[in-house]
């Protein structure tokens, strides 16, 4: 059965930090292949999907196959990621990218899930601030700050002491 020989095209690659206590981080490249197929594919032949480690020793390219392109690159990935861990942990360390040990090809850091939250927390308050301004039944400024002043409670942000008339109130 055919087989690609290398990587060939590459399709997306990352970089990450294999970390050992004691020892300062290096660099472990990861770089996935464009799935490829026999050149004269008969019925049953898999797709190929090219992967190459490097930075963890024993450097090489893996072929995992597939029943489709998209098949052997979801594949790939999942064998990626399992492939890392492993050898990782073999040699006494963990492999990370911005900050994520448990996956990290397919992170979904912290920091974009904080970032994520703020963002969802900032735009509700806006639409609560909204509302408090078309509100009708609020007829003075202070009554208005603090409304707002609840909501940005309720959101878990702080406001400067200088925002929103907090120096001196006014009727």
């Known amino acids: 059965m055919w087989q690609p020989s290398d990587l060939g095209t590459v399709l997306a690659e990352r970089e990450l930090l294999f970390e050992q206590s004691g020892k300062s981080p290096s660099v472990v490249r990861v770089q996935f292949g464009r799935p490829v197929r026999s050149p004269a594919p008969e019925e049953g032949d898999p797709w ?26 979801v594949l790939g990935l999942d064998y990626a990621t399992k492939t890392l861990t492993s050898r990782a942990s073999e040699a006494r360390g963990a492999i990370t990218w911005l900050d994520e040990r448990e996956r990290p090809l397919f992170a979904s850091t912290w920091q974009i899930d904080w970032y994520e939250r703020i963002i969802a927390d900032l735009f509700e308050g806006v639409r609560d601030a909204i509302r408090i301004l078309e509100d009708d039944t609020i007829d003075s400024p202070a009554t208005v700050r603090e409304a707002l002043r609840r909501t940005l409670a309720d959101t878990h942000f702080e406001p400067s002491p200088r925002k929103l008339g907090t120096a001196k109130e006014s009727g």
């Not at 992967?51 to 196959?65: K, N, P």
């Open 48 to 73: 190929w999907c090219p992967i190459a480690i490097s930075g963890l020793g024993d450097d090489r390219v893996e072929m995992i196959a597939g029943e489709d392109s998209l098949q052997a690159l």
